[in-house]
């Protein structure tokens, strides 16, 4: 058994691995009523190429898969519901889907043991039939176009189209209408067979519980018993070469005009946690609220005060946007570019540098004193191979030298694409 322990919080994360691969994270909450637990699986909306276990050949399955599975997992073979199971033991359950991870979740105030037992018997026990997957199909088309209707999806979506070529991210996370009508139980037993081993997995929990509860919860499930270790083999197409597309534009039923200039940057290397931590920050070196461009562009009303930038970083794919509205978004770009030219000219301003950092900091601590936010970050940590508590010491290692280098080679206009959603006419 290994401990973690959190100085600055006084706590201790316990980790366990199993014999069959199973990766189990718990964090003690003293004085906490409530307990979050997560079953996740490393598999998302890009993993659409693979070797499903047991066979030798890469297949190539719908767009949209990984989420409707997880529509799919809460089906029972007897016909009665997982929810109902878990509010029988006073717990609350629901899942989600990102572009790299799957994850199947409760919370709970008692009976912890029989809710961690039925939240990993159900995600190991797939079921699917040709009659519940076409009525599933529905229900999920409804959601896609539910989703067609928000601009900022749209707009974030166009932005992957115009970056890449042929890479996953560039897709829908719950596909398209047409693609999941192509899925069939076959499919879904193949992405379970390949993504949802014990040794692809991670069980996380926080709150009132010890680590022996669940382990010993693993152990009644079966979870317990060895198993060979099973890699995942997936295919994910490298982007190289200039942009599919510089810019794109559209409208939609918007009051103002809603904007997003991407760039896009090399994938990130495994376990190159520095390089992660510092792309991170660049949205809020940049524009962040304690910028002087930030004060600019509100103070002149050039943008909305959700004007920011974000990083997102998946297998094969990594890409710094900045988004927001304003009703002269050119204007808006081309004061961006010109401050982040300026900042590779200059240097980036120590002080703004050492508050950006001491906030992220402060979310990184923050994740921890939440058991909701506590399990999801340990599983999201295990997932990329590592623990909250090495993003924390990375996080402190990092010095203004190391953005200025940082920044020598990224936000490269030439890797830069824009998109633009104006309002529609009525």
């Known amino acids: 058994m290994e401990k973690i322990y959190y100085q600055t919080l006084k706590e201790t994360l316990f980790h366990e691995k199993l014999e069959n691969g199973l990766e189990v994270y718990l964090l003690p909450k003293v004085g906490f009523e409530k307990t979050y637990g997560l079953f ?94 076409q009525k599933e199909q529905g229900i999920i088309g409804q959601e896609i176009r539910m989703y067609d209707d928000s601009p900022d999806w749209r707009l974030l979506n166009a932005l992957f189209r115009c970056l890449y070529a042929d ?47 669940a382990v010993e919860a693993c152990k009644r499930n079966g979870l317990y018993r060895a198993r060979a270790p099973h890699e995942v083999e ?36 495994e376990g190159d946690l520095k390089r992660e931590l510092l792309l991170d920050m660049l949205g809020d070196l940049v524009v962040g609220g304690l910028t002087k461009l930030y004060r600019r562009l509100y103070d002149e009303a050039l943008v909305n005060p959700e004007f920011s930038g974000d990083f997102i970083a998946v297998r094969g794919a990594c890409t710094v946007a900045f988004t927001g509205e304003s009703d002269t978004p050119r204007q808006v770009v081309d004061l961006l570019q010109e401050e982040i030219e300026r900042m590779r000219r200059e240097g980036v301003d ?44 990375a996080l402190a290692a990092l010095t203004v030298e190391d953005a200025n280098a940082m920044l020598q080679t990224v936000l490269r206009e030439e890797n830069r694409a824009y998109v633009q959603i104006d309002p529609a006419e009525k």
């Open 350 to 393: 120590p002080e703004v540098f050492m508050l950006v950092k001491n906030q992220m900091y402060g979310e990184l601590l923050g994740d921890v004193e939440a058991v909701d936010d506590a399990a999801e970050e340990a599983a999201a940590a295990c997932l990329k191979g590592r623990t909250l508590a090495d993003e924390i010491a």
């Open 40 to 133: 996740s699986t490393n598999f998302g909306s890009i993993d659409t190429t693979f070797v499903p276990l047991g066979q030798k050949e890469m297949i190539k399955v719908e767009d949209g898969i990984a989420h409707f599975l997880e529509h799919k997992m809460f089906d029972q073979p007897d016909g009665s519901n997982v929810f109902d199971k878990f509010s029988k033991y006073g717990g609350n359950a629901n899942a989600f889907t990102s572009f790299n991870i799957t994850a199947y979740l409760f919370s709970a105030t008692s009976n912890i043991e029989e809710n961690i037992e039925t939240l990993m018997d159900y995600v190991q026990s797939p079921y699917f039939t040709e009659e519940s997957v």
């Open 234 to 269: 997936w295919d994910i197409p490298a982007q190289t070469g200039p942009l599919p597309h510089k810019e794109a534009f559209f409208t939609m039923p918007v009051t103002k005009p809603c904007f997003g200039v991407a760039y896009r940057e090399e994938p990130l290397a």
């Open 167 to 213: 890479h996953p991210l560039r897709d829908d996370i719950a596909g398209t209408v047409e693609s999941i009508a192509g899925l069939t139980p076959q499919m879904l037993y193949n992405c379970t067979k390949g993504f949802y081993a014990p040794s692809n997995m991670v069980l996380s929990v926080a709150g009132k519980i010890t680590l022996e509860q």
